[in-house]
């Protein structure tokens, strides 16, 4: 069983379009994570949910909404797509509060724009 | 947040140890130095964690300076399967540096 999966793995789509990634985890884990890594392959942590609750939001255009409908699902939905959203996104998910491992990551969702 | 310096590349050949060496001279007593990697289009994956004790497991041991201010991953048999960038990042998941944040790491490359 995969512990962090994310659909699709990738996705190509056009400017402008409205596309979403989806999230989920089965370690019962009460938070979860989005991070971003562009072409340069640094990563950004966007976005975190601990609980269904937004805990943290980096400094992020609002066309990313994401949405935790329950704890082990994150979502994040991108509205008119641009060049720069191109990038490889990361979901993870941990214990608030719990070691010792930190966070589980997934495989990852390479989104081009084009 | 302590912040973590790191060389920006190393090789190791392929059977030795590699020595991967991270600096976090402001780290806080309660935070503790995790190190992860990242092959190539992989998400990133755990390797080690530790507080001020050495620490080992199958993947490797963590050396950290008494004074917590610098600290060691050794891989101790590499093979070409350990090539990855490797980041050493300070964390404490129930404290105010809860947040995972990663630097640039260390491109290590194991040559056969």
């Known amino acids: 069983d995969t512990a962090v999966s994310q659909t699709p793995k990738y996705l190509v789509t056009q400017m402008g379009n409205d596309k979403s990634i989806k999230c989920e985890q089965n370690?019962?884990?009460?938070?979860m994570y989005w991070y971003k890594q562009d072409s340069k392959k640094f990563l950004k942590i966007m976005f975190s949910?601990?609980?269904?609750?937004?805990?943290i939001n980096e400094t992020v255009p609002n066309r990313f909404s994401p949405k935790s409908p329950d704890k082990a699902h994150l979502n994040l939905h991108i509205n008119s797509l641009e060049l720069g959203d191109s990038a490889v996104y990361f979901c993870?998910?941990?214990?608030?509060?719990?070691?010792?491992?930190?966070?589980?990551f997934g495989s990852g969702t390479r989104l081009t724009v084009v | 947040d302590a912040k973590t310096t790191q060389p920006t590349s190393m090789d190791c050949a392929e059977g030795r140890a590699a020595n991967l060496p991270c600096n976090h001279s402001?780290?806080?007593?309660?935070?503790?130095v995790y190190w992860y990697r990242q092959i190539h289009s992989q998400g990133p994956q755990y390797i080690i964690h530790?507080?001020?004790n050495n620490e080992t497991n199958e993947m490797a041991s963590l050396i950290i300076t008494e004074d917590r201010k610098s600290s060691t991953l050794i891989l101790p048999h590499a093979t070409l399967r350990d090539t990855a960038v490797y980041y050493c990042?300070?964390?404490?998941?129930?404290?105010?540096?809860?947040?995972?944040?990663f630097g640039k790491g260390t491109l290590l490359t194991v040559n056969p």
């Open positions: 993870a998910s941990s214990h608030l509060g719990v070691r010792p491992y930190g966070y589980t």
């Open positions: 370690l019962g884990h009460d938070t």
């Open positions: 949910y601990n609980n269904k609750e937004l805990i």
């Open positions: 402001t780290i806080s007593g309660n935070e503790y």
């Open positions: 530790g507080l001020k």
């Open positions: 990042i300070t964390f404490n998941s129930g404290g105010s540096n809860y947040k995972l944040t």
